[in-house]
């Protein structure tokens, strides 16, 4: 199985900040890489697909990047609606996992 | 708009069996792949079923493998998740989710979530 490993766990920052989470793959996964954002008590929300494309309706201040095993989600200009767990996922091959997740909270 | 709407979930004793159903709506169902992923109480997500739009094939991580099957009945607009041999560690919230195309392996619109606790 691939493992996925983000960094950091937990990340507090301020309304407006930029922030950038790293999400890394045991093995390559050809850009196969999505992003969700996890409200609490609610489903995820795709934001990202195939390393950098955007989902329709997500704000443009959320971007991916990255290929091979290193991948980034950055926000630019958190808003209050940001805070919440981020969660990257590998589907380069027919066992999809996720990472471990990242807090983002409320400096 | 797309919605998948979740039912069957509950408190159940460990060994016993539960099904849970998802019903689709807002897209043409027989067209996409399905999944279930699940969220234990304070943990990350965890994948653990997916199925093609015809329904002929079938994926699972081991730790689910052979006790739950997943599904899907294209003339309801329905997919399922057959759930045996329920230990304690399958205690979670269960999601059905849409994959984004035919199997792409990532999924663009998600269900509620269920309550499975598996308890004696």
């Known amino acids: 199985d691939i493992q996925m490993t983000q960094s950091p766990s937990t990340l507090s920052a301020s309304v407006g900040d930029r922030v950038t989470i790293t999400c890394r793959a045991s093995h390559s996964i050809s850009g196969r890489l999505a992003w969700y954002q996890q409200r609490p008590g609610k489903a995820p929300k795709l934001l990202i697909f195939?390393?950098?494309n955007l989902e329709s309706g997500v704000p443009s201040r959320f971007s991916g990047s990255g290929s091979g095993t290193e991948f980034t989600l950055t926000i630019s200009g958190l808003q209050p609606d940001d805070f919440a767990t981020y969660y990257c996922q590998q589907y380069n091959t027919f066992l999809w996992t996720f990472g471990q997740g990242t807090k983002l909270d409320i400096k | 708009q797309v919605q998948l709407q979740q039912s069957g979930g509950g408190v159940i004793q460990p060994g016993r069996p539960l099904r849970l159903s998802c019903s689709a709506s807002g897209f043409t169902f027989s067209n996409y792949g399905m999944h279930w992923v699940r969220q234990a109480p304070g943990k990350g997500l965890e994948w653990v079923a997916a199925?093609?739009?015809?329904?002929?094939?079938?994926y699972y991580p081991d730790s689910v493998k052979g006790r739950f099957t997943i599904s899907r009945d294209n003339s309801k607009d329905t997919v399922f998740l057959q759930m045996n041999g329920l230990r304690l560690e399958d205690t979670a919230v269960y999601f059905c989710?849409?994959?984004?195309?035919?199997?792409?392996?990532?999924?663009?619109?998600w269900g509620q979530g269920m309550q499975v606790i598996v308890s004696s």
């Open positions: 195939k390393a950098s």
């Open positions: 199925i093609w739009p015809d329904g002929r094939n079938e």
């Open positions: 989710a849409r994959d984004s195309n035919v199997m792409t392996g990532y999924c663009d619109f």
